[in-house]
């Protein structure tokens, strides 16, 4: 049914939910973000999933947006630009809001988009050898889709430490930074992972579902307002020369006009 995740379920109702392009690093294409929505309501309605794990193939976590996809977007209309765009931020609505507790397991290195689908998991553990970052402006772009879920996840005094560099971070500091719950060696990284499974087998699933709805609702507000002017940023982004810049200069392998 899909082709670039993959789901597995136990008989406890565990689900794992795998970015499956590993030889894309997990980049997400605009395929895998449709995918990835399609399989965050199958998983929300389905009364036999308890907990959910967000995983992934390969070597990588996530790469971020695939730059095939991104580098499309210079030839279509701004329509087209929104509309993709919106794929990706509520794609990342979709796993958000999942009334299932979403654990995040981080086996690699998350960029981009890869750190916006840490930031929508409940829990995200990760190894320590791995390295994230919000790469988005070396390639004049912006961290705008994900940017709602990054900084409520890191508040508004971390994200601003990396949100706008593209430095990039170990794990260590990635738990400093709020977007990991803390970091494990590559061989504990599955009991950790269980040990965030184990105690909702003893909840009632509508309590937890309710109890993460109004976590949400107490929480900062990522509406559809909140969506649709991060869908407006990136779309104004697409626009400009600087992505344009970025992106070709990725692919022809040298640096981007504005690095010292």
């Not at 379920?9 to 689900?15: E, K, L, P, S, Y």
């Not at 976590?61 to 701004?78: H, I, K, N, S």
Request: hydrophobic share 45%; proline share 3%; with cysteine.
């Amino acid at each position: 049914m899909f082709e670039t995740i993959s789901i597995e379920q136990d008989d406890r109702g565990v689900a794992t939910l795998w970015l499956d392009r590993a030889e894309k690093h997990n980049a997400m294409s605009a395929q895998m973000m449709a995918e990835l929505t399609e399989a965050a309501g199958q998983l929300g309605a389905n009364d036999a999933v308890r907990v959910v794990v967000l995983a992934a193939k390969g070597r990588t976590f996530c790469a971020g947006g695939d730059l095939g996809w991104m580098r499309d977007q210079f030839e279509a209309t701004l329509e087209v630009r929104a509309k993709e765009a919106a794929k990706l931020a509520y794609m990342l609505q979709a796993l958000n809001t999942l009334s299932k507790p979403l654990i995040g397991r981080l086996h690699g290195n998350a960029f981009g988009g890869g750190v916006g689908l840490a930031s929508v998991c409940d829990v995200a553990i990760g190894v320590e050898h791995l390295q994230m970052a919000l790469t988005e402006t070396r390639l004049g772009l912006i961290p705008a889709t994900i940017g709602p879920y990054a900084a409520a996840r890191m508040g508004e005094a971390a994200a601003r430490q990396v949100f706008m560099s593209g430095k990039r971070f170990d794990a260590a500091e990635a738990v400093r930074l709020n977007l990991l719950a803390r970091s494990v060696t590559e061989v504990e990284l599955d009991d950790a992972v269980e040990a965030e499974i184990t105690p909702y087998l003893s909840c009632a699933p509508q309590a937890v579902a309710r109890a993460k709805r109004m976590l949400r609702q107490l929480g900062p507000t990522i509406d559809k307002a909140a969506i649709e002017a991060s869908i407006a940023e990136l779309s104004a982004c697409w626009e400009g020369e600087e992505a344009r810049e970025g992106i070709a200069a990725f692919f022809e392998k040298r640096p981007p006009k504005w690095t010292l």
